[in-house]
């Protein structure tokens, strides 16, 4: 099953003075269940790319496809329909409600949706995703009184409660000190040992290794594996 696929994705950015081609004809396709990491050098692409994959902007050519459906010329408030129900987003800073219970964060997905959800279904969602993430214990108290691990921990577990098609992780260890980390990173695998599609930016080769399907970015490109060999000494 096809989670998401693009065809020869391009994206342009204009300003007054240049062009940048920051992605040239990507091709991605990603399937229910893979884990998939992205990295390369800084300024290849890799943002642009994530960005346009949560739909949080619209590629300059090419077609984008989530589940099936084309999703390369939405409308703004269409995209972000799209974005809400069918992508989970985790980023490096965790971007928690503070003044709300962590419950009440893993809910807000849930409340923004176009088909209300009851009192009883939010809380076996929000709570089975607090399971997920190993948090049970912390569901009544606020972001700020909990570790930067167990904060990104939260994130995940607002990213996965409307079930997306996808999981995308844009440096999810960036604030973290190594251990934790890769603690981070061991609940990734382990989501996606459960069936989570993952696809991960990461400028962390140690991360990059862990993923089933390791893509490098360089100069807006995908790198095929014939140029990867032919470039292996290449450094990220
Ligand atoms: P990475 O995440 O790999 O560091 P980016 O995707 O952020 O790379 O950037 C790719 C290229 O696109 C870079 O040359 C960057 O300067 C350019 N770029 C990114 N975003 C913008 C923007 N909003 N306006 C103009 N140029 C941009
Ligand atoms: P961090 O490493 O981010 O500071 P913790 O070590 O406190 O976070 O919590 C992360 C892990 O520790 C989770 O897997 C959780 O299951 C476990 N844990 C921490 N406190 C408790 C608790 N009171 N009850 C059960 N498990 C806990």
Known sequence: EIKIQMKNISK?????????????????????????SISGPSGCGKSTLL????????????????????VSSL???????VRNSKIGFVFQSFNLIDEISVFDNIALPLRYRKDKLNTQEIEQRVNKCLELVSMTHRSKHKPNQLSGGQQQRIAIARALVNEPAILLVDEATGN????TGDQIMDVLDELNQKGTTICMVTHESRYADRATTQLKLLD????TTPELTSCSALQY
């Open 12 to 36: 342009v950015f204009e300003t007054e003075e240049m062009e940048t081609h920051a992605l040239k004809d990507v091709n991605l396709t990603i399937k229910a269940g893979d884990y998939v």
């Open 51 to 70: 960005g346009l994959l949560g739909l949080l902007d619209m590629p300059s050519g090419g077609e984008y496809f989530v589940e099936g459906v084309n």
């Open 75 to 81: 409308s703004l408030n269409e995209a972000a329909e």
């Open 176 to 179: 973290l000190d190594s251990n």
């Open 220 to 223: 807006g490109a995908i790198l």
